[in-house]
């Protein structure tokens, strides 16, 4: 008997090449340190407006917030840890604990994107 092979579902097909792609494209500017490069600079921006006078973060969140819902889900998706530092700006949670957790986002953020080593050594 001869197998027939099913031939998938054209959005099927469609949603692999496209989260194939995206993944890949992502895995590319985060082995070569440009996600690095960017939140360096959107965390740099954030502490920057922090010091300078905290209510630009107060209008970044307005300005956020005052997006389009599906705009605002694809922000919060591409820059989640700096949203959530806005939003644990926006808190009514002690400053301490604020600076804190905002701290601790800005380091783990910075620590994951950091360009790994592949453990292979180079052949003389």
């Known amino acids: ?3 027939t092979t099913r031939r998938k579902p054209l959005m099927e097909r469609v949603i692999e090449t496209v989260a194939g792609g995206l993944g890949d494209g992502i895995g590319w500017l985060a ?3 440009v996600l690095l490069a960017v939140f360096a600079v959107l965390w740099i921006a954030f502490g ?3 010091v300078a006078g905290q209510d630009r973060l107060d209008q970044a969140w ?3 917030i005052g997006l389009p819902v599906i705009v605002q889900l694809v922000v ?3 820059v989640l840890p700096v949203t959530a530092g806005l939003w644990t700006w ?4 002690p400053l301490l604990v604020r600076l804190v957790l ?3 986002l800005a380091g783990w953020t910075l620590v994951m994107f950091m360009p790994r080593r592949s453990g292979r050594t180079p052949r003389a």
Do not use: F, N, P
């Not at 926006?90 to 949670?93: L, R, Y």
């Open 1 to 3: 008997m001869a197998e």
């Open 31 to 33: 082995a070569h340190g």
């Open 48 to 50: 920057a407006a922090l």
């Open 62 to 64: 307005e300005a956020l």
């Open 76 to 78: 919060w998706l591409l």
């Open 90 to 93: 926006q808190t009514d949670w």
């Open 102 to 104: 905002i701290v601790a």
